[in-house]
């Protein structure tokens, strides 16, 4: 068995809707698919950017066909990997969509545990190990891991679970969407380890769900990240993670220092978005790509208002001007 996951950026791919909300832009979504795997940049469609929960079952499978499609047509030059949300509120609904997103092309998915029930057991890790393993028991493709607490009945999974669960050969990654490097560290040292890698045949792919602290995570030992921003700024994060990457590996210390001014202007940046909301990574890609890569939002979600816009407009020209001289 083998995987194409491998370590890198990632970003949970924009779905821009018509002005109505209803129906997607294909069009918008394949272009968005080649800005980012032209720059090395995987691939998570129907994330929480990408207003997965919003979508239908049979929308989902078709923007995993269209990303694979154009894929395809890149070429094999601009490969990347193609992860899909899963977003079933039962261990049933996740392993069918699991089997549609197979066979629409996706690599991987990746799935939270359910919001809904959290009340009735967040605090039995048994019943929570046992959702994310028994739809990894009948996935056809490997399974990631998304820890997003405060869309999760405020479920937070430590690291010894996190551990407990990279043990399961085809659970294959987490992303950290919970802000906290030193988790990331400790399952990181775990998965990272000789002995682990001599009990699994596959990977296991530790993430940060941000950009803003993506070289302190590779130091950390760990694997790139799964951010939003990556929408907007992807070459520049990119950046961060091979030279990041390579100074770790070499010790090349001015390496290290070019890494760090690139990592400045990330996190601020990401500053920037996180004062407006993830959602305003949607409105400046119609600001700074173009005025179809975001496309409107799903209700009931709604766009930031003229303020925010404003500092979006304002905040972000720096990052812009250091991704466009890449």
């Given at each position: 068995?083998?995987?194409?996951?491998?370590?890198?950026?990632?970003?949970?791919?924009?779905?821009?809707?018509?002005?109505?909300?209803?129906?997607?832009?294909?069009?918008?979504?394949?272009?968005?698919?080649?800005?980012?795997?032209?720059?090395?940049?995987?691939?998570?469609?129907?994330?929480?950017?990408?207003?997965?929960?919003?979508?239908?079952?049979?929308?989902?499978?078709?923007?995993?066909?269209?990303?694979?499609?154009?894929?395809?047509?890149?070429?094999?030059?601009?490969?990347?990997?193609?992860?899909?949300?899963?977003?079933?509120?039962?261990?049933?609904?996740?392993?069918q969509?699991?089997?549609?997103?197979?066979?629409a092309?996706?690599?991987?998915?990746?799935?939270?545990?359910?919001?809904?029930?959290?009340?009735?057991?967040?605090?039995?890790?048994?019943?929570?190990?046992?959702?994310?393993?028994?739809?990894?028991?009948?996935?056809?493709?490997?399974?990631?891991?998304?820890?997003?607490?405060?869309?999760?009945?405020?479920?937070?999974?430590?690291?010894?679970l996190?551990?407990?669960?990279?043990?399961?050969?085809n659970?294959?990654?987490?992303?950290?969407?919970?802000?906290s490097?030193?988790?990331?560290?400790?399952?990181?040292?775990?998965?990272?380890?000789?002995?682990?890698?001599?009990?699994?045949?596959?990977?296991?792919l530790?993430?940060?769900?941000?950009?803003?602290?993506?070289?302190?995570?590779?130091?950390?030992?760990?694997?790139?990240?799964?951010?939003?921003?990556?929408?907007?700024?992807?070459?520049?994060?990119?950046k961060?993670?091979?030279?990041?990457?390579?100074?770790?590996?070499?010790?090349?210390?001015?390496?290290?220092r070019?890494?760090q001014?690139?990592?400045?202007?990330?996190?601020?940046?990401?500053?920037?978005?996180?004062?407006?909301?993830?959602?305003?990574?949607?409105?400046?890609?119609?600001?700074?790509?173009?005025?179809?890569?975001?496309?409107?939002?799903?209700?009931?979600?709604?766009?930031?208002?003229?303020?925010?816009?404003?500092?979006?407009?304002?905040?972000l020209?720096?990052?812009?001007?250091?991704?466009?001289?890449?």
């Open positions: 068995m083998s995987s194409i996951l491998r370590p890198g950026v990632y970003a949970p791919v924009l779905t821009p809707f018509q002005d109505d909300g209803e129906s997607i832009n294909l069009a918008a979504f394949s272009a968005n698919i080649t800005h980012l795997a032209t720059a090395g940049v995987g691939i998570v469609i129907g994330g929480t950017l990408g207003e997965g929960a919003l979508l239908q079952n049979v929308e989902r499978v078709t923007l995993i066909k269209v990303a694979r499609e154009t894929l395809n047509d890149i070429g094999p030059e601009s490969f990347v990997p193609v992860i899909s949300g899963c977003v079933g509120a039962s261990v049933k609904e996740c392993v969509q699991a089997h549609e997103a197979s066979a092309g996706a690599d991987a998915i990746i799935i939270a545990i359910p919001a809904y029930f959290a009340f009735v057991y967040a605090r039995d890790k048994d019943t929570i190990k046992n959702f994310f393993t028994s739809v990894a028991d009948k996935s056809p493709v490997p399974l990631f891991i998304y820890n997003i607490p405060f869309a999760a009945g405020g479920i937070d999974l430590d690291a010894d996190l551990m407990d669960l990279s043990e399961h050969q659970i294959v990654g987490v992303k950290l969407t919970c802000g490097i030193s988790k990331g560290y400790r399952v990181a040292l775990h998965v990272n380890s000789l002995q682990y890698k001599a009990r699994h045949t596959l990977p296991f530790v993430m940060p769900g941000s950009s803003d602290y993506l070289l302190p995570a590779l130091i950390g030992r760990q694997h790139g990240c799964i951010a939003g921003p990556a929408n907007l700024y992807p070459k520049t994060c990119v961060v993670f091979q030279d990041g990457s390579r100074a770790v590996e070499t010790d090349d210390f001015k390496l290290l070019q890494a001014a690139l990592q400045d202007a990330i996190t601020e940046a990401d500053s920037v978005i996180n004062k407006v909301g993830f959602l305003g990574i949607k409105t400046a890609s119609n600001i700074y790509i173009n005025q179809e890569s975001g496309g409107t939002f799903r209700p009931p979600l709604i766009a930031p208002n003229d303020i925010a816009i404003q500092e979006l407009g304002d905040g020209k720096k990052i812009i001007e250091i991704e466009n001289s890449l």
